[in-house]
């Protein structure tokens, strides 16, 4: 009886794709932990020799050159430093035959110059923007994914193996779409941490503990958020001033309250600054019906 039990886990872990990565920096090893975790064999490659002695001690074969890692197995895994980095370690491979999931940060322009380049030489290619930090890597409930963009049929093929580590989202035949996607995202955030360090700014100099507005704050971003919804489909209208209740010429009106509270706190209004520049634009082309989208139009060249 052990012996079939040993045989049936021995059939179910080679029937486990084998994946190479390239790079081990924080998000590569916990990729790379994960994937070892879960029973697949792993080939990696660091330029720092001594990270993928580490991963080598807990089951994964270290590979002497970028080359001899791509060499071991057709699906092939970078989560590099950027761009150049990619270019830089890939020189000289043979990647004729094998799929190319790149999940290196990079530009949408980036990843379709990176599709084309794989293209010519043979690669199957897929572009991949992670959505997550190394702790949220092998822990689901975490709500970490990827975005995937580019061929449809390559991201089918790997989608189990990749969605070992973090979840997957795929976003379209367009290789730019995941960094674009991964962009914009991030964008949205870098813009709340704007607003909440604008927030935490105003207190700073009173009697109020920032624990005490903490709460607060992170309720009413989440009370705030679906406003995004209506945002989408007044752009899909075309019409700026549907279901709108506070309108642009309202709250512009209501902007010097925010400016005067600053400069009386001692903070500079620089971060609200720029987006109210904006609303005041819009209104002076008369849109005072309007909610806040049309600053997007703006933003567009």
């Known amino acids: 009886m052990t012996s079939l039990i040993g045989m049936t886990q021995n059939t179910v872990e080679k029937t486990r794709t084998s994946v190479t990565i390239l790079g081990l920096g924080a998000m590569g090893t916990a990729l790379a932990r994960t994937w070892l975790a879960a029973g697949h064999p792993l080939a990696v490659w660091n330029r720092t020799p001594a990270r993928a002695a580490v991963l080598a001690a807990e089951g994964a074969r270290a590979a002497d050159s970028a080359a001899e890692a791509v060499a071991a197995n057709s699906l092939v895994i970078a989560c590099l430093l950027d761009d150049a980095s990619v270019d830089e370690a890939l020189a000289g491979t043979d990647l004729a035959g094998r799929d190319l999931v790149n999940l290196t940060t990079s530009t949408p322009a980036q990843a379709r110059a990176r599709a084309e380049w794989a293209r010519e030489r043979g690669a199957r290619y897929l572009d991949g923007g992670i959505m997550a930090v190394p702790p949220m890597i092998g822990v689901p409930e975490a709500g ?150 049309g600053v997007i139009d703006l933003l567009v060249h």
């Open 144 to 293: 970490g994914y990827v975005f995937y963009s580019g061929s449809r049929e390559l991201f089918e093929r790997h989608q189990e193996t990749l969605g070992v580590p973090v979840g997957t989202r795929y976003v379209g035949e367009d290789a730019g779409f995941a960094a674009l996607y991964d962009v914009a995202l991030l964008s949205a955030m870098y813009g709340m941490f704007a607003g909440a360090a604008h927030a935490f700014a105003l207190i700073r100099k009173e009697d109020i503990d920032p624990a005490s507005l903490a709460p607060l704050l992170a309720d009413w971003l989440v009370a705030m958020a679906p406003s995004v919804h209506q945002t989408a489909g007044q752009l899909r209208s075309g019409d700026y001033t549907k279901g709108v209740v506070s309108h642009l010429a309202m709250q512009v009106a209501g902007m010097p309250t925010f400016v005067s509270t600053a400069e009386g706190q001692g903070v500079s209004p620089e971060l609200l600054s720029p987006y109210f520049e904006l609303m005041r634009r819009r209104l002076s082309e008369g849109s005072g019906e309007e909610g806040l989208t």
